[in-house]
């Protein structure tokens, strides 16, 4: 009866006892990372076909030799040396003879060496450029494991003072000395990224995350030539890969949200916002939820860092391309603005009321009357600044034909709003320009509602004169205390203090 039982029991398979007699062989064994490339390993172990499917490493990590299953062919050899069939592999061969690292701080060491890697970075370049070969998986790997490589790199630690942040533009550029090498890898990867025969879906597999993430850090180049490639670079990707959007989205977020709350170090904010710019104007309407989470979240925190000056103008062009796309975000990107909004820095208030005018225009009348009271409260006290420019600014905003006609509309509330303001300004500012500008504001306020303005300038007066009455009487009541307290003086007799009669009741009613 047992025997029988266990005859039924089914026996180790014929397969499973080969395979595990092929992991003890010693010889050379090939194993094939995801189909793309091959990696061969002489003298190792053969690992088993169980171990093969696993989740495919980042592209970040690549084999030390990639080849197209082809001999290797002599990287020194030029494309016109061998035949159509081997230039895939020739081409395979340099870029893996590139992916060796030069000292370039001290050229003269290996000059030689230099001189031959750029060669040969030019020839790749020419052979890219002719469109003459569709690259197979193998090449594409090799030339995303070459512009890793070379490009991919931590930056020296920055030096420059905290407290220069904002002033960083006035200082003199910083030149990387590999440059002459990386000018040429980031032209080669521009144009591979940008060949009409490579499909995006098989670059995809070595183009990844990983990749991607590793090409935004390099923003933080001191080397402004360096950041215009790469502005150009993300572009280009951006474009011809769909499915990395909105990783690319939020990956440049988190560096925004990084600098914003946490270093207000990076100097790569102007181009990633350029880049911004173009992919706001292609956003289709309705807007997305996530894009005005980006604007709330990462664009109008943008405002308030000491060193805004820098991409000031990025920024604007950012903000505005979402109200243009959404008017009503202005009433939320301004009372964002309000929140951030410069006191002692005359220069960054001098950007707010020029970024202000901007929205402005573009802002409809019932987005303009959800903050026309707390912004006009704001420009009001911008009217008495004692730098002359900021005031000389904001007198200049009601030049605006869009924002007087908002004015006019909403006048009952603006002009008694402002005219306190105006009135100061007239009686106390000590510049001449802000002075003309102000009576030219008052003679534009006249002739929209003159019997509004009279009506304010008589509660004005009513208002100015109950505050000097209650200042008289502010003044009386303090001199009699002063006499009452001086009445009540301790007297001194033989050094003994005889304190005052208590009980005596106060004449002054306090």
């Not at 550029?173 to 879906?201: C, E, R, T």
């Amino acid at each position: 009866m047992l025997k029988q039982i266990l005859s039924k029991l089914p026996r180790k398979s014929q397969k499973t006892d080969s395979l595990d007699a092929a992991g003890s062989d010693s010889g050379t064994s090939t194993l094939t990372l995801s189909g793309a490339f091959q990696c061969i390993n002489g003298g190792g172990t053969t690992l088993s076909n169980k171990l093969s499917v696993v989740k495919r490493v980042s592209s970040a990590v690549f084999p030390t030799n990639i080849m197209a299953g082809g001999e290797a062919v002599d990287p020194h050899l030029t494309f016109k040396d061998v035949s159509n069939p081997q230039k895939q592999n020739l081409f395979i061969s340099k870029l893996n003879y590139c992916c060796g690292i030069s000292d370039f701080n001290d050229p003269s060491k290996n000059s030689v060496d230099l001189d031959r890697k750029r060669e040969t970075l030019i020839e790749l370049v020419d052979f890219i450029s002719s469109g003459s070969t569709k690259f197979n998986d193998a090449a594409i790997a090799a030339t995303c494991k070459m512009c890793a490589t070379n490009l991919f790199r931590v930056f020296p630690p920055k030096y420059r003072s905290n407290n220069n942040v904002g002033e960083m533009d006035g200082e003199d550029p910083v030149f990387d000395p590999a440059w002459s090498h990386l000018q040429i890898v980031y032209d080669l990867l521009l144009k591979f990224i940008g060949y009409n025969w490579l499909d995006a879906k098989s670059a995809k597999k070595y183009v990844d995350h990983s990749f991607i993430v590793r090409l935004l850090d390099l923003f933080d180049s001191e080397d402004p030539r360096e950041r215009d490639c790469l502005k150009t670079m993300l572009h280009r990707i951006y474009g011809k890969f769909m499915m990395h959007r909105s990783f690319i989205r939020k990956a440049v977020s988190n560096i925004i949200y990084r600098f914003v709350f946490e270093t207000e170090r990076h100097n790569g904010i102007a181009e990633l916002l350029e880049i911004f710019g173009s992919i706001i104007s292609g956003f289709a309407l309705p807007l997305k939820e996530e894009h005005k989470i980006f604007l709330w979240r990462a664009l109008i925190p943008l405002h308030k860092t000491k060193s805004v000056g820098i991409y000031h103008q990025q920024l604007t062009y950012c903000v505005t391309q979402f109200v243009e796309k959404d008017p009503k975000l202005a009433s939320l990107v301004i009372r964002g603005m309000l929140k951030y909004w410069p006191v002692t820095n005359s220069q960054k208030q001098l950007m707010f009321i020029s970024e202000v005018e901007e929205l402005l225009e573009m802002t409809s009348v019932a987005e303009f009357q959800i903050i026309m009271v707390p912004l006009f409260r704001r420009l009001g006290c911008c009217l008495n600044c004692l730098h002359y420019q900021v005031a000389e600014r904001a007198l200049l905003l009601w030049n605006n034909e869009h924002i007087l006609n908002l004015v006019a509309q909403n006048r009952q509330i603006i002009i008694p709003l402002i005219y306190p303001f105006l009135e100061r300004n007239t009686k106390n500012h000590w510049n001449q320009a802000v002075l003309n500008l102000t009576q030219n504001v008052k003679k534009t306020l006249s002739e929209m509602d003159e019997d509004l303005l009279l009506s304010c300038q008589r509660k004005l007066e009513e208002s100015q004169f109950t505050l000097s009455l209650a200042a008289e009487n502010r003044k009386l009541v303090w001199e009699r205390l002063e006499t009452t307290a001086s009445g009540c003086q301790p007297a001194v007799t033989n050094n003994i203090i005889i304190p005052p009669v208590r009980g005596v009741p106060c004449s002054v009613a306090c």
